[in-house]
């Protein structure tokens, strides 16, 4: 099945392991608000366990070096795209009050940026990741 919206993660890709995986985790529960329709319905096994739903659509990881990064935050912005962000910064917080506080302080073109995740129409998301390679 083919989707009219897209889901994206950009990850820079100078990052430890970890670092990945958290940022993407992060980034991907910032997505889940972007519409009431990101979220599918909640699964049930066959022996009657239910489970949180998730997205109702794949999520599409890329990596990216820091250029690449802020010429993705920069489309992004400029087309209106619901987007979240992870900063160098977050790595040295450990709450979300802190989280907002750093970034608050800092203009959009001087933003550490580690990963970015954005969601919309399928045709806007690919102007957005154009250039970038899928993460492997």
């Known amino acids: 099945m083919r989707f ?4 994206a993660v950009i990850v820079r890709d100078d990052l430890a392991d970890w670092q990945k995986l958290n940022v993407t985790a992060f980034l991907s529960s910032g997505l889940s608000r972007a519409t009431d329709d990101i979220v599918g319905k909640p699964y049930e096994d066959a022996s009657g366990n239910t489970y949180l739903p ?10 990216a ?3 690449g990064l802020f010429r993705a ?12 962000l992870f900063t ?4 040295g917080t450990d709450n979300e009050d802190d989280n907002r506080a750093a970034i608050r302080t800092i203009e959009a073109p001087d933003l550490n940026l580690v990963g970015l995740a954005l969601y ?3 045709d806007q998301v690919d102007k957005v990741t154009r250039g970038l390679r899928p993460h492997r």
């Not at 009219?4 to 889901?7: N, P």
């Not at 160098?88 to 790595?91: A, K, P, S």
């Open 54 to 63: 998730m997205f109702r659509e794949p999520v599409v990881v890329y990596a």
């Open 4 to 7: 009219d919206t897209k889901i």
């Open 88 to 91: 160098e910064e977050l790595f």
């Open 120 to 122: 919309g129409p399928r």
């Open 73 to 84: 935050h920069t489309r992004a912005l400029s087309r209106c795209l619901p987007t979240a």
């Open 65 to 67: 070096d820091t250029p």
